[in-house]
């Protein structure tokens, strides 16, 4: 056999092999309104989805990740996109664009997920309250080896949110600031002199996030109770999991 037909057979099996260990993401949307589902991908790794999407209520789509994919995932919400995606969403906008050129921005409850390069390693993954809160989400794994968590915020935080935490739209809150966002503080950012787990302890707004939403991050450092692992999974990501908006 010709050295390109060696090197062609390779990658067909290189591939098939992706295709069967890839890590399949479901989305679904149980908020009452359409959201449109953010994505970001990290170390180089390929964009899903296109980058972004519009999601209607009671609906789902389904779409895979190679091994050792890590990234993103968020809620847009009270989007306006134009024919050409051009538009904006009163939260988590990403740049203007229906098909996202960066990350959220905050407030925005985040899935974080690193994929295991090997489905026999441990994927990692978390829901995040660092950057502020806009939707209920939760992270159920689905099939996989080990502890396997549920991660999420069920919570109603916006209805339950101090005053100089809230961003309102038309007069309604629509998101939760963290208090990083709202006071630029090192001790609330755990920055400066309060830059490692010992000198930046939990505040009391972190406090609030993590009575609300137990498994999700509240702050920078708070990974003992908020990092998951599985392995060979794959992952049910919900919005608005209560059915509630």
């Known amino acids: 056999m010709a050295v390109s037909s060696w090197c062609y057979l390779l990658m067909l099996l290189f591939s098939i ?26 170390n180089n790794a390929a964009t899903l989805r296109d980058g972004g999407f519009a999601l209607p209520p009671q609906s789902s789509v389904q779409f895979q990740a190679p091994p050792g994919w890590s990234g993103r995932f968020w809620a847009r919400t009270g989007c306006t996109f134009d024919d050409s995606g051009a538009g904006k969403c009163i939260t988590g906008d990403c740049g203007g664009t229906l098909k996202c050129i960066g990350g959220g921005t905050p407030p925005v409850t985040l899935a974080e997920f690193t994929i295991a390069a090997n489905p026999n390693d441990k994927d990692f993954y978390d829901v995040s309250l660092v950057d502020g809160y806009n ?14 968590q549920y991660a999420g915020c069920v919570a109603d935080l916006n209805g339950n949110c101090p005053e100089e935490l809230r961003v309102t739209d038309l007069g309604s ?30 505040s009391q707004y972190s ?7 137990p498994t999700a991050y509240s702050y920078a450092y708070d990974d003992a109770s908020s990092t998951c692992t599985c392995s060979g999974s794959d992952y049910s990501i919900t919005f608005c999991p209560t059915g509630s908006g």
């Open 173 to 202: 809150v629509v998101a939760c600031k963290s208090a990083c966002a709202a006071f630029n503080a090192p001790e609330f950012c755990c920055t400066g002199d309060h830059g490692t787990p010992d000198t930046c302890s939990p």
């Open 135 to 148: 939707v209920g989400l939760g992270v159920k794994a689905v099939g996989g080896n080990g502890n396997c």
């Open 207 to 213: 406090a609030m996030f993590k009575n609300a939403c």
């Open 17 to 42: 092999g992706n295709i069967v260990n890839a890590t399949v993401f479901t989305l679904q949307n149980l908020c009452t309104y359409t959201i449109w589902p953010g994505t970001l991908s990290g």
